[in-house]
């Protein structure tokens, strides 16, 4: 799995999905992410393109390409 140059994902590193308010890692996507079934209006990126900024703006990490779940 790699990061998508498309809209919406942009070549993106961080993603967000604004459904189940998680961030996702696509340098280390794993199928489970499920970023293929994405909703494009659910699609989230970054500026700056960090997880810092995706934990600052609420969302949390995924539990397989990040980890430290909080649910
Ligand atoms: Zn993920």
């Known amino acids: ?3 998508r140059y498309s809209f919406p994902f942009n ?6 999905n604004t459904n189940t ?3 996702h890692d696509l340098d280390n996507e794993k199928s489970n992410c ?4 994405m909703k494009t ?3 989230k ?5 960090t997880h810092y900024q ?11 390409c990040i980890g430290n779940s909080k649910y």
Not at 34 to 37: C, T
Not at 45 to 49: G, I, Q, R, V
Request: a negative charge.
């Open 1 to 3: 799995m790699t990061r």
């Open 11 to 16: 070549g993106n590193r961080y993603i967000g």
């Open 21 to 23: 308010n998680e961030v």
């Open 34 to 37: 499920k970023i293929n079934e």
């Open 41 to 43: 209006n659910h699609v």
């Open 45 to 49: 990126t970054f500026s700056p393109d």
């Open 54 to 64: 995706a934990k600052s703006e609420g969302f949390d990490n995924c539990y397989w």
